[in-house]
C-alpha cells in the first residue's frame, strides 16, 4: 500500500470514529445524572410530582440505573 492510500484509510477510520462518538460512546459513558437533575428541577418549578402526572393504576417510574442500595 502506498502511503496516500494508508492515509485515506486513515481519514476514513478518524472520520468515522469522530461521527460515531457523540451517537454511541459519550452516552454509554454518561450515567443519566445530568437529565434526573434536570427533571427534578422542572417538577420542582411545576409543583408537580412523579405521581401527579403518571397515568393512574400504573406503578410509579424509577430509574432502572439506579445503584440499589
Known sequence: MTLRNLLIIGGVVLG??????????????????DYAS?????LKEQGL??????PTGLPVWSDPFDKKK
Not at 459519550?26 to 445524572?33: E, F, Q, T, Y
Not at 410530582?49 to 403518571?54: F, P
Open 38 to 42: 434536570r427533571q427534578e428541577q422542572f
Open 16 to 33: 468515522t470514529s469522530a461521527a460515531l462518538y457523540p451517537i454511541v460512546f459519550a452516552p454509554l459513558m454518561d450515567n443519566g445524572s
Open 49 to 54: 410530582t412523579k405521581e401527579d402526572i403518571q
